[in-house]
């Protein structure tokens, strides 16, 4: 069973950086779909990032495309999110998020099958999360 586990939260100023990690084991397949989703409570979660594990190809939300990078370390099977230029409305709980053996092999048809799946809930996996706090 794939398991998913973040880290690197934490609070910044404005303007900052930061750099968030989901570490995962139990994944044997040859490709995924992994991605990056946020949530502040009370408002709805917000889709973030995807990358295509096949070739590296990746997606952003318009809100974060320039500033976050989605990346991959296959050695390490690891999956990053850097995080620069971080704005008050990134505050949230960022989640890692993975749908294994897909269809879709590109970055934006990877964002749009997790959404979709996020939304029937039924991700393959996702972490616990872990909380981003910048500050004004």
């Known amino acids: 069973q794939v398991q998913l586990v973040e880290s690197g939260g934490g609070s910044v100023p404005a303007g900052g950086s930061l750099k968030l990690s989901c570490a995962v084991s139990?994944?044997?397949?040859?490709?995924?779909?992994m991605g990056w989703f946020r949530q502040v409570q009370g408002k709805e979660r917000e889709d973030v990032a995807a990358?295509?594990?096949?070739?590296?190809?990746?997606y952003y939300a318009d809100s974060v495309r320039g500033r976050f990078t989605i990346s991959q370390d296959n050695g390490q099977n690891t999956v990053y999110l850097q995080m620069n230029s971080l704005k008050p409305e990134d505050t949230a709980t960022y989640y890692c998020?993975?749908?294994?053996?897909?269809?879709?092999?590109?970055?934006?048809?990877?964002?749009?099958?997790?959404?979709?799946?996020?939304?029937?809930?039924?991700?393959?996996?996702w972490g616990q999360g872990t909380l981003v706090t910048v500050s004004s």
């Open positions: 990358v295509y594990t096949g070739d590296g190809d990746t």
């Open positions: 139990g994944h044997t397949a040859v490709s995924a779909c």
């Open positions: 998020a993975a749908v294994l053996r897909p269809n879709e092999r590109s970055g934006v048809n990877c964002f749009i099958l997790l959404a979709m799946r996020r939304l029937a809930n039924s991700l393959d996996a």
